[in-house]
């Protein structure tokens, strides 16, 4: 998504030309101009910033790299306790023994798990004969399956067979009942037709993506789970591409000599915690005039990643003792609630969002934040807003792009028109102006915590990075962490809910302005790609429903900041939206007007 730089149309800060050139939303976005009022959210972002520090959320994210986190086992909790262990040092009080009024506070949630926690304690694969193992824990701590179960003391040697793609009818070719069966697909999958459904003793399954380079990560395994099976007690474990090309030149080889088969021992040790219970942090900084209002942050604990995501909760532990600080020093008190969350992906924010209804009404923003702390020099890829859905999540083209995580286009119908997406793109546009920050977007794809919050009819969406090469793999671990990356994302989240917790006439008025400038460019933007389509034969309808499909979204965008104002929208912004939304009018009339 490289972008040829828009600064023809207007002066910037010199050394942040560079940065700029590589932020493809900027089309849209007005950065701040020499001379020029400060950007609504400067003073916010200078007084965040002023106090972050990328080291102490690094602090946080180095504590929890040291487990494999997954709900209930010992790794999760001690990520809870130290999550709220650095919320007391930071000034939040326990809500129990909070006084009333109180404008620090946190809670630990705790909810019984349905199963047993799983917790990887070592395992290796060996191939009989062989001197060093194909794979050990110590170095590979993803090569177990979530839910495998461990093996007798000794571990269990059995033929190894190879089934190819791991098709039915090659895995009923390879008669695995009794051995352990290898195949290019994910180990889940491979788990229930070969163990279950067939009696192997266990599979060792490879699928990794393209994306994440494995003949260049060659050693990297991407984590999988399979069924919690009692019965088989049986475990799966996924390959890196140099096990499983080791695995395959022995079985070559046997079959050149024409001799034994090759068998392999597997030695695998869990620990099942039963009961279980899966627990969440939640913390507070209490609005002061209307507390029943949220902006809620969440950020997921488990899985074993060291950007996905202890980097989410450290930026967000940073965040709340920044908010703490501004509070108690006095510099900022929010009229509306903090919500701070910690605690299982998708399942804690949907909870949180339908446990209490009457709180769920007052919730007004979610940000998840997944993969925040990549260090891009290493693992590729960029810092990426993942957008609410608008349209172009229905029409993905001219520098729009989906990541290569994926996303299916969207439809009109599934647009969640809201100033949100700008909103933020804005405020992470003052923090790149100040230091060359590469800042993207990318449409709606989903999978992380915004997305309960939009099916909530809230407006949510993903701070995270992508293409990390690292990503879901045992590769992610802190050496892949950058401080002033957790940094940037860090004063950006906070300064966003900053400023609209604090939302005052002023503001609301320069937002609308910010936002109408931003709609006026998207419009300008998609004129000269349906040109170029119409020029290029394109289908003129179409091209008029892309732009005032545009125009409708961006017209209930700008709609939606009348309630931005604490207490209630003065006549002066009402009249700002109404201006906007003329003048957005005009100029797609102007637009379809002039298509060629
Ligand atoms: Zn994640």
């Known amino acids: 998504m490289r972008l040829t730089p828009p600064i023809a149309r207007r002066s910037i800060l010199p050394w942040s030309l560079a940065a700029l050139a590589t932020v493809p939303m900027l089309l849209h976005a007005q950065t701040p101009t020499r001379g020029a009022a400060p950007s609504p959210g400067e003073r916010l972002r200078a007084m965040v910033a002023e106090r972050y520090a990328g080291d102490s959320a690094f602090a946080t994210v180095a504590f929890l790299d040291q487990f494999v986190r997954w709900p209930g086992n010992r790794g999760f909790d001690a990520s809870i306790d130290h999550i709220a262990a650095r919320l007391e040092a930071a000034g939040y009080v326990p809500e129990s023994r909070a006084a009333a ?224 600080a501004l509070v108690r020093d006095g510099a900022v008190s929010p009229d509306r609630t903090l919500t701070f969350l910690w605690g299982l992906e998708i399942r804690s924010t949907e909870r949180y969002l339908t446990q209490d209804t009457v709180r769920a009404a007052g919730v007004q923003w979610g940000l998840s934040l997944d993969m925040v702390g990549e260090d891009t020099e290493k693992t590729g890829g960029t810092f990426l807003i993942e957008k609410m859905p608008d349209p172009s999540a229905i029409w993905t083209r001219g520098e729009e792009k989906h990541s290569e995580w994926g996303g299916r286009p969207l439809t009109k119908a599934e647009m969640t028109p809201h100033y949100f997406n700008d909103f933020v793109l804005h405020r992470a546009l003052e923090q790149a102006a100040t230091n060359g920050w590469v800042v993207r977007t990318n449409p709606f794809e ?117 309630g931005l104002e604490i207490g209630g929208t003065s006549g002066e912004v009402q009249r700002a939206i109404a201006g906007a939304r003329q003048s957005l009018r005009e100029a797609t009339d102007q637009a379809l007007r002039s298509l060629p």
């Open 101 to 324: 009024g109180a404008r620090l506070t946190y809670r630990v949630e705790r909810y019984p798990m349905a199963a047993p926690a799983w917790e990887p304690l070592s395992a290796t694969l060996s191939i009989v004969g062989e001197d060093s193992p194909v794979l050990d824990f110590a170095t590979n701590r993803n090569m177990l399956a979530t839910n495998s179960f461990g093996t007798p003391a000794g571990g269990i040697t059995a033929e190894l067979v190879d089934a190819g793609g791991g098709t039915a009818a090659e895995l009923d070719a390879a008669n695995v009942r009794g051995k352990v069966v290898m195949a290019d697909v994910g180990v889940s999958r491979l788990f229930t037709e070969a163990v279950v459904r067939r009696g192997a003793v266990g599979v060792l399954g490879y699928a990794l993506p393209a994306y994440l380079q494995p003949e260049r990560n060659r050693t990297s395994i991407q984590f999988g789970g399979v069924a919690r099976d009692t019965s088989a007690r049986a475990w799966g474990i996924a390959l890196s591409f140099a096990a499983r090309e080791r695995l395959r030149r022995a079985l070559a080889g046997a079959t050149a000599r024409g001799g034994a088969p090759v068998r392999v021992q597997v030695r695998a040790d869990v620990r099942w915690t039963s009961p279980a219970v899966e627990r969440a942090v939640i913390a507070e900084v209490r609005g002061a005039r209307s507390p029943e209002e949220r902006f809620v942050f969440s950020a997921h604990v488990q899985e074993p990643g060291a950007n996905d995501n202890a980097s989410g909760v450290g930026a967000q532990v940073e965040m709340a003792r920044v908010a703490a």
């Open 446 to 562: 989903g999978g992380s915590d915004h997305t309960p919050f939009l099916r909530a009819k809230k407006p949510g969406l993903l701070f995270w990075h992508f293409t990390d090469q690292f990503y879901h793999t045992d590769g992610d671990r802190i050496d892949k962490v950058s401080p002033a990356e957790l940094r940037n994302v860090g004063i950006t989240a906070l300064a966003s809910a900053l400023l609209l917790t604090t939302a005052t006439t002023p503001t609301a008025l320069a937002l609308v302005g910010e936002l109408e400038r931003a709609a006026l460019a998207r419009i300008e933007t998609e004129r000269r790609l349906s040109a170029a389509a119409l020029r290029a034969g394109g289908d003129r309808a179409l091209e008029r429903d892309i732009l005032e499909t545009w125009r409708s979204w961006y017209d209930e965008a700008l709609g939606s900041y009348a």
